[in-house]
């Protein structure tokens, strides 16, 4: 699934946080996150993480860790003229400005040898009726990807869909709406990033919307965690849905997937020990991934989805899990 010497789990630092008493700084949560052993890839946030960093300063710090650049993730809802939207804004000098930040964490990227920015555009949306101009922020932002996509057409751009929050409505909810911009932004720089939570909290199987990104699109990011499906809630991977997440790591496999598996879990909302909550993913999902492996081609279990024999099928799939 992922080839020798290449990064296999990234976590969200932003959760060793925890780990100060004081304010936390981008190298303290780098430092944090090189304490789990395992973790051997970091995604940073642009531009939070760069407020008092430079790239090359960043990139030492985590070469000193032990840890590769995984990708960016941009950040626009620190900044208060984006709250009725960034590539939505009905002001075309703040959208500009959106698109200016964004090739600026492009550059940032692209500096420090990273390949993947992630776009999560939860401040472009809406809350009311009669709010948007919904033709016009669409071609907006569908414009907006496009001169992102070919600032350096060598870094990949991945749109990390959810269905709200902190808009009451997405402008891209779901797995159909955003392969839909996917298509008309018509880049091959352009993919997806799939996050297990917000799959669930638009009411779709993580597996099929994963095959649907393959057909339609590239998956270009893995954002592995848990939840009930209401909310965002970020829990450790497996711990709520552990045969859909092994569904999953079927589809990955056959997609041959080999990108980082990213850990976007929340152990700072339940006081976790951030460093104890890490390692409980990697060790959960290094064993859903082992039982993956031994599913990915069995035979019997092809026959009963042939069939579409969902008790078989569930009984071959708790074996491989729980044991005969």
Known sequence: ???????????????????????????????????????????????????????????????????????????YYTDPGFKLGAFTHPDAAVRQAAIDLTKRGIDACADMGGSLITLWMGQDGFDYAFQMDYARAWDDTVDAIAQVCDHV???DIAIEYKPNEPRAFALMPDIGTTLLAVKEVARPNLGVTLDFAHVLYADEMPAHSAHLIARHSHLMGLHLNDGYGKRDDGLMAGTVHPIQTVELLVE???QGYDGVIYFDTFPDMGGLNPIEEAR????????????????????????????????????IVARALYGA
């Open 153 to 155: 057409p060598g870094v």
């Open 280 to 315: 409980t993913n990697i060790a959960l999902v290094e064993r859903l991934r082992g039982v993956a492996a031994t599913l990915v081609d069995d035979a019997d279990l092809a026959a009963a989805i042939s069939r579409q024999d969902a008790a078989l099928s569930s009984r």
């Open 252 to 254: 990955m496999i056959r």
């Open 1 to 75: 699934m992922t080839r020798p010497n290449r990064p296999k789990y990234a976590a969200r630092l932003n959760a060793f946080k925890a780990l100060t008493s004081g304010k936390a700084s981008v190298v303290d949560m780098i430092e944090g996150a090189a304490q789990v052993g395992g973790l051997d890839a970091a995604d940073l946030n642009y531009p939070d993480h760069f407020s008092d960093h430079t790239s090359a300063q960043l990139s030492h710090h985590l070469s000193d860790a032990g840890m590769a650049l995984n990708g960016l993730a941009m950040r």
